[in-house]
């Protein structure tokens, strides 16, 4: 098993930034794909960006891509999404998710991870 516990949300105004934490724990992250999601009320989760198991590929939603990077520390069990020019329409929880032990590759289907964690509310004013 392995539990994620997400950090770093807050309020934030319009062109602000923000760098999200996802802790792992439980067991190694290292072989695992990883992504971030994010949600609003009535709307489904959806994709924001991922990153495989090295680190090597990183694939983004078109709405966030040259504003957000996603990374990686497998020596710290963590992975981070830093989140730059925040706009009002980024408002959303977002989720950290974690895919099956071996399952290395980035993937923008939430069906494909197995692990989330609880969410951490982004809110951004204009």
């Known amino acids: 098993q392995v539990q994620l516990v997400e950090s770093g949300g807050g309020l934030v105004q319009a062109g602000g930034s923000l760098r999200l934490s996802c802790a792992a724990s439980?067991?190694?992250?290292?072989?695992?794909?990883m992504g971030w999601f994010r949600q609003t009320p009535g709307k489904e989760r959806e994709f924001v960006a991922a990153?495989?198991?090295?680190?090597?590929?990183?694939y983004y939603k078109d709405s966030v891509k040259g504003r957000f990077t996603i990374s990686r520390d497998n020596a710290k069990n963590t992975v981070y999404l830093q989140m730059n020019n925040l706009k009002p329409e980024d408002t959303a929880v977002y989720f950290c998710?974690?895919?099956?032990?071996?399952?290395?590759?980035?993937?923008?289907?939430?069906?494909?991870?197995?692990?989330w964690g609880q969410g951490t509310q982004v809110t951004v004013s204009s």
């Open positions: 439980g067991r190694t992250i290292s072989s695992t794909g």
């Open positions: 998710a974690a895919r099956a032990t071996g399952r290395g590759a980035v993937s923008d289907t939430p069906n494909d991870y197995r692990y």
């Open positions: 990153i495989s198991w090295t680190g090597a590929s990183t």
